[in-house]
């Protein structure tokens, strides 16, 4: 070997940048763990039970509504019953043959206290003694109840409730036309 063979290059590196990058170097080992674990997926099974209960501020609770009016009823009807308006909503009542698929509109439900009441309803057409009805009773919107409300007094009929009904009762037509 020659001297110049052996002569080591020199370095371009200076002492304190070359402690700096140690200090890099060490905090970079340090962190990477960490920032792993946060950027990577979690490799632990998601849970499989049951989902957390509602919250209070979610949908409101159902209410239970009841019929009070007789199940056997005239072609026009004073439909009453006890149940308590849906906060910020209105209840519409529906009537349906049941097996038809079909809901015919009829009105929107008048409450007082925890009563409700729905006059001159018209179930069926003279002919329909000893048929039976659902009364169903559903959650609208005031938009809902303005569109609906175009067609008070006709057989206006959709295909499904604009929601999920509250209930529905099952009442039997009688031969007596009542009061319209």
Same mark, same amino acid.
């Given at each position: 070997?020659?001297?110049? $063979?052996?002569? =080591?290059? *020199?370095?371009?590196?200076?002492?304190?940048?070359?402690?700096?990058?140690?200090?890099?170097?060490?905090?970079?080992?340090?962190?990477?763990?960490? &920032? &792993?674990?946060?950027?990577?997926?979690?490799?632990?099974?998601?849970?499989?039970?049951?989902?957390?209960?509602? !919250?209070?501020?979610?949908?409101?609770?159902?209410?239970?509504?009841?019929?009070? !009016?007789?199940?056997?009823?005239?072609?026009?009807?004073?439909?009453?019953?006890y149940g308590t308006k849906p906060q910020g909503r209105e209840v519409?009542?529906?009537? =349906?043959?049941?097996?038809?698929?079909?809901?015919?509109? $009829? *009105?929107? &439900? *008048?409450?007082?206290?925890?009563?409700?009441?729905?006059?001159?309803?018209?179930?069926?057409?003279?002919?329909?003694?000893?048929? $039976?009805?659902?009364?169903? &009773?559903?959650?609208?919107?005031?938009?809902?109840?303005? $569109?609906?409300? *175009?067609?008070?007094?006709?057989?206006?009929?959709?295909?499904?409730?604009?929601?999920?009904?509250?209930?529905?009762?099952?009442?039997?037509?009688?031969?007596?036309?009542?009061?319209?």
């Amino acid at each position: 070997m020659t001297a110049q $063979e052996k002569k =080591q290059p *020199k370095s371009r590196i200076s002492g304190p940048q070359l402690a700096f990058a140690g200090v890099v170097l060490a905090a970079l080992i340090g962190v990477t763990p960490a &920032l &792993l674990d946060r950027l990577l997926p979690d490799d632990t099974p998601t849970g499989t039970g049951s989902p957390p209960p509602p !919250s209070a501020s979610g949908s409101p609770s159902p209410v239970a509504f009841t019929l009070t !009016s007789a199940v056997s009823v005239p072609q026009c009807a004073d439909i009453t019953g006890y149940g308590t308006k849906p906060q910020g909503r209105e209840v519409g009542l529906f009537i =349906q043959v049941p097996g038809d698929t079909k809901y015919y509109w $009829e *009105k929107v &439900l *008048k409450f007082d206290g925890d009563s409700w009441r729905a006059d001159r309803v018209v179930i069926g057409a003279p002919g329909d003694a000893g048929k $039976e009805f659902n009364l169903v &009773l559903v959650p609208l919107s005031v938009q809902a109840v303005v $569109e609906f409300s *175009k067609h008070d007094g006709t057989a206006y009929a959709v295909d499904n409730p604009p929601v999920a009904p509250i209930t529905q009762f099952r009442v039997t037509r009688t031969t007596d036309l009542g009061s319209c």
